[in-house]
C-alpha cells in the first residue's frame, strides 16, 4: 500500500492525501509536479527513477487506510537532474 506522504521532499509544501498534484517513483519518493517537471526533469534524485502521477486513494479507503504523517525533505531542495 502506497504511504501517501504528506509532503513533498523538494520544497517541504504541505500535501493533501488527494492532490493530483503529486509524483512518485518506485521507492515513493514524493515531489510535485512544478520541482519534477521543471527542476528535476522527470527522474528522482533519489534513485534516478523515473517520477509518475500519484494514485489517489478514494475518501472510503482513506478513512480507512489514512496517509502517513511522516515527512521527508531533502536538505537544501532539489538540484537539477544530471
Known amino acids: 500500500m502506497l504511504e ?3 509532503s513533498y521532499e523538494c520544497c517541504d509544501t ?3 492525501p488527494q ?3 503529486a509524483r512518485i517513483c518506485s ?3 514524493t515531489f510535485c509536479a512544478a520541482c519534477a517537471d521543471t527542476v528535476l526533469l522527470g527522474k528522482c534524485p533519489n534513485c534516478g527513477g523515473e517520477l ?3 494514485p489517489r486513494r478514494p475518501a472510503a479507503s482513506l478513512a ?3 496517509a ?3 515527512r521527508i525533505v531533502k536538505p537544501g531542495g532539489c538540484a537539477k537532474a544530471a
Open 4 to 6: 501517501l506522504r504528506p
Open 14 to 16: 504541505d500535501l493533501p
Open 19 to 21: 492532490s493530483a498534484d
Open 27 to 29: 521507492f515513493e519518493c
Open 52 to 54: 509518475v502521477a500519484r
Open 64 to 66: 480507512k487506510h489514512p
Open 68 to 70: 502517513s504523517t511522516r
